[in-house]
Nanobody, 122 residues
Framework: QLQLVESGGGLVQAGESLRLSCAASGRTSSLRGMGWFRQAPGKEREFVAGINWTGGIRYYTDSVEGRFTISRDNAKNTVYLQMNSLKLEDTAVYYC???????????????WGQGTQVTVSS
């Protein structure tokens, strides 16, 4: 089995930055693409960013393009999400996912972390 553990969430003011980390353990040989999703209160979970195995292909949802950067360190089995210029609407629980990048799209497998809360205040 593959386990994913997120860290780095917290409370920040609008305009500030946070970096989330997601460490994978267990069956890490199965890792391919990885991604971040988020779920705000009363809303469905949505895709935020995805990255392929080499890190050469990255996808972002429109609302975070230019502000968030996804990266990975395969030697550490860790994926990161650098979040800059945070906005109130970025407040959500952020989840790490293991999936696949194919055909210009990120596909989420059913491997999820427990989530980390990001709260942006005014």
């Amino acid at each position: 089995q593959l386990q994913l553990v997120e860290s780095g969430g917290g409370l920040v003011q609008a305009g500030e930055s946070l970096r989330l980390s997601c460490a994978a353990s267990g069956r890490t040989s199965s890792l391919r693409g990885m991604g971040w999703f988020r779920q705000a209160p009363g809303k469905e979970r949505e895709f935020v960013a995805g990255i392929n195995w080499t890190g050469g292909i990255r996808y972002y949802t429109d609302s975070v393009e230019g502000r968030f950067t996804i990266s990975r360190d395969n030697a550490k089995n860790t994926v990161y999400l650098q979040m800059n210029s945070l906005k109130l609407e970025d407040t959500a629980v952020y989840y790490c996912n293991a999936g696949q990048v194919s055909g210009g799209k990120y596909y989420a497998y059913n491997y999820w972390g427990q989530g980390t809360q990001v709260t942006v205040s005014s």
